[in-house]
């Protein structure tokens, strides 16, 4: 079964705990993508990688970090230092294709929340 | 001013209507175009790209205006199936990722 799996679904945090959202997808996608949702509002990009062993900040990506070692991987650590973590996090990926019309396919979520 | 506008709504419409939902963006180098629709507390699914030169897709029509930087999609005879967000995203722009806007809610009544 083809897809993008995130986990967990749920996740609760204290203050001060760094957190791991896990990203994988076995579509071959060449990019890989984060966004946070808040709600009533747009997705807003925190990073997003084209390559192994490269990515790019987006517009928020202060207070977390990200890694991609392997193509189907790219996990995203929520640090400490991240002001207001409580969102829905998406990760999306997509083939790259020459004239940019990149189609980006998301997974279904995590829904994190810092008590 | 944000990069990709819409009508939050919601629109609220009985079932068979048509509804039209508008978007604008704000950089004109933007290359694609795209209709995602997001159900309640879901991940967005691409509904349809939208082309130069207008397409269809069943009941739903997507134009582009780039010299108006303006984007539209329209349903027609809604289904109560078709109540979700519909968000209007723009890509390129020397960056690959999406920007997304703040999505417009549909409610179609029976």
């Known amino acids: 079964d083809g897809g993008i799996t995130q986990s967990p679904k749920y996740l609760f945090r204290k203050e001060g705990q760094n957190v791991t959202l896990s990203c994988e997808q076995n579509?071959?996608?060449?990019?890989m993508y984060w966004y946070r949702q808040d709600p009533g509002q747009g997705l807003r990009l925190i990073y997003y990688?084209?390559?192994?062993?490269?990515?790019q900040k987006g517009d928020i990506a202060e207070g977390y970090s990200v890694s991609r070692e392997k193509k189907e991987s790219f996990p995203l650590t929520v640090t400490s230092a991240q002001k207001n973590p409580t969102a829905f996090y998406l990760c999306a990926s997509s083939r790259l294709q020459r004239d940019g019309s990149d189609t980006q396919y998301f997974g279904p979520g995590t829904r994190l929340t810092v008590l | 001013r944000k990069e990709v506008e819409q009508d939050p709504g919601p629109f609220n419409v009985p079932e068979g209507a048509t509804v039209a939902f508008n978007c604008t963006y704000s950089?004109?180098?933007?290359?694609?175009f795209f209709w995602y629709r997001q159900d309640c507390r879901k991940e967005p699914k691409l509904l349809m790209s939208v082309y130069s030169s207008g397409n269809e897709d069943g009941r739903f029509t997507a134009q582009l205006n780039r010299a108006s930087q303006y984007i539209s999609l329209l349903i027609r005879d809604s289904k109560l199936s078709d109540s979700a967000t519909y968000l209007c995203v723009v890509s390129g722009a020397g960056r690959r990722a999406l920007t997304f806007g703040s999505g417009t809610r549909l409610q179609v009544q029976p």
């Open positions: 579509l071959n996608h060449d990019a």
């Open positions: 990688s084209q390559i192994v062993n490269d990515f």
């Open positions: 950089n004109s180098a933007s290359q694609s």
